[in-house]
């Protein structure tokens, strides 16, 4: 089965660049998503279509894609963008996964 | 007001069947895929399947298949998740999510769903 792997943390001091990658075979052919997950809430797209930033987003979130990684990358990270982060790729037209999640610390 | 509202928590018992509902409001119903997306205590996401309110097409992960049915009643706008056959490990929040072209643009506030003995 389909999988994305992510690495479980990263840990990085504020204003400093956190980058947290999303690995997976069919990622060449298919679209990451990336999501922001605050304690306690429901999750927020950050991320689509591996470089596109929804209205809202603050500039300082971005992606990228290469071969079969994605990053996510929060430029000058702030204490506020603590949360967990996980990244989604369909792997077919009407079958969609999720990577494991990374925990971002900001301190 | 553009939005998701889910149904409140539930406790069921393992082997019952839960039905959590998800009313949409603030756009056209049947305009957006619907996602059922599910997450255990501390654990991460899970991706469950969509129906597409239109055509009252559905798809599922294999995972569920033959526990899960999702539907929809367009004249109030609202989608339904059932899963039967309770197992404890189904404990989980239960979120509706819009599909904007692949993209989960709009969740629900989440349903605490608690299977206990």
């Known amino acids: 089965s389909y999988e994305l792997t992510q690495p479980p943390s990263v840990s990085v001091s504020p204003g400093q660049t956190a980058r947290i990658t999303c690995s997976g075979d069919?990622?060449?052919?298919?679209?990451a998503y990336w999501y922001q997950q605050k304690s306690g809430q429901a999750p927020v797209l950050v991320i689509y279509?591996?470089?596109r930033r929804p209205s809202g987003i603050p500039e300082r979130f971005s992606g990228s894609s290469s071969g079969t990684l994605a990053t996510l990358t929060i430029s000058g990270a702030q204490v506020e963008d603590e949360a967990d982060y996980y990244c989604?790729?369909?792997?077919?037209?009407?079958?969609?996964?999720f990577g494991g999640g990374t925990k971002l610390t900001v301190l | 007001q553009v939005q998701l509202v889910q149904s409140g928590a539930e406790v069921k018992k393992p082997g019952a069947s839960v039905k959590v509902s998800c009313k949409a409001s603030?756009?056209?119903?049947?305009?957006?895929?619907l996602y059922w997306v599910r997450q255990a205590p501390g654990q991460g996401l899970e991706w469950m399947g969509w129906?597409?309110?239109?055509?009252?097409?559905?798809n599922y992960a294999q995972k569920f298949q033959g526990r899960v049915t999702m539907t929809r009643d367009t004249s109030i706008s609202t989608a339904y998740m059932d899963l039967s056959r309770l197992r404890r490990d189904d404990t989980a929040v239960y979120y509706c999510?819009?599909?904007?072209?692949?993209?989960?643009?709009?969740w629900g506030q989440g349903t605490m769903v608690t299977v206990s003995s």
């Open positions: 999510v819009r599909d904007l072209t692949g993209a989960f643009d709009l």
């Open positions: 603030g756009y056209t119903f049947i305009g957006y895929y």
């Open positions: 129906i597409d309110p239109n055509s009252n097409g559905t």
């Open positions: 069919a990622l060449p052919k298919k679209y």
């Open positions: 279509e591996d470089t």
């Open positions: 989604f790729s369909p792997d077919s037209t009407t079958i969609g996964v």
